[in-house]
């Protein structure tokens, strides 16, 4: 079946240091990948994603590129701040599917320290 | 738009106890899906509906547990004889269409004791 790979956590950076958080995939299809990113309190929010090959999902200064060859989704951002503390979870869709029911990865924390 | 609203917030219920949780999509969202998360993990699919079809289970809906959606609107999720083991957050999510962006509500927290 489909399953979802995230770097063991939890992950602490100083503000304005790099990130990556690794996601690796195994799917027996063509899969739409997806980042979700859940602050303290709050619900799970979708934070970027990508349906092909080779495409790059971006959004609020994070990046990840579909590379297929890999089976890989790495999440990254230039320079963190302390409001980029949250959870973030990798997720595929797997389309062949009627229902685009998601699985998601553990999950990783991410506290940034000022 | 007020976005995917679960209610309760937080449930705590003695063991073998009855529980019925709400979720209120997005009104103009057809699908709503029901994923439950325990502590360290992912969420985890329950289930799924397209209007107020039941098209998906999970073999992690037991027996125990049943889901409705009256008139492709609200969704109820009820969890009979609760055991230990069924302490988790259960999620509520809905979308229009395939691409997987779904809104999540905040969830119901669900403590068995």
């Known amino acids: 079946g489909d399953s979802v790979t995230q770097m063991e956590g939890p992950v602490t950076l100083s503000e304005e240091a790099f990130l990556t958080i690794n996601c690796t995939y195994t799917?027996?299809?063509?899969?739409?990948l997806f980042w979700y990113v859940q602050y303290p309190g709050e619900g799970l929010q979708l934070l970027l994603k990508a349906t092909k090959a080779d495409d790059k999902g971006s959004n609020k200064g994070f990046e990840a590129t579909y590379r297929k060859e890999t089976t890989s989704f790495h999440l990254e951002k230039g320079s963190v701040q302390v409001s980029d503390s949250a959870v973030y979870f990798c997720a595929l869709s797997d389309r062949t599917g009627a229902n685009s029911k998601l699985t998601f990865g553990k999950g990783i924390t991410l506290s940034v320290r000022p | 738009d007020t976005g995917v609203s679960q209610d309760p917030r937080h449930k705590i219920t003695k063991r073998g106890q009855n529980v019925t949780f709400r979720c209120d999509p997005i009104s103009e969202h057809n699908r709503l899906y029901w994923y439950r998360q325990t502590l360290g993990q992912g969420p985890e699919f329950l289930t799924y509906?397209?209007?107020?079809?039941?098209?998906?289970k999970s073999r992690l809906l037991s027996d125990r547990f049943s889901a409705e959606r009256p008139k492709g609107s609200f969704s109820t999720l009820e969890i009979q004889r609760t055991e230990q083991g069924d302490s988790a957050m259960y999620l509520c999510?809905?979308?229009?269409?395939?691409?997987?962006?779904?809104?999540f509500g905040s969830g119901t927290r669900l403590t068995v004791v």
């Open positions: 799917a027996t299809g063509y899969p739409s």
């Open positions: 509906f397209q209007n107020e079809a039941q098209l998906e």
């Open positions: 999510a809905s979308s229009y269409g395939e691409d997987g962006g779904y809104t």
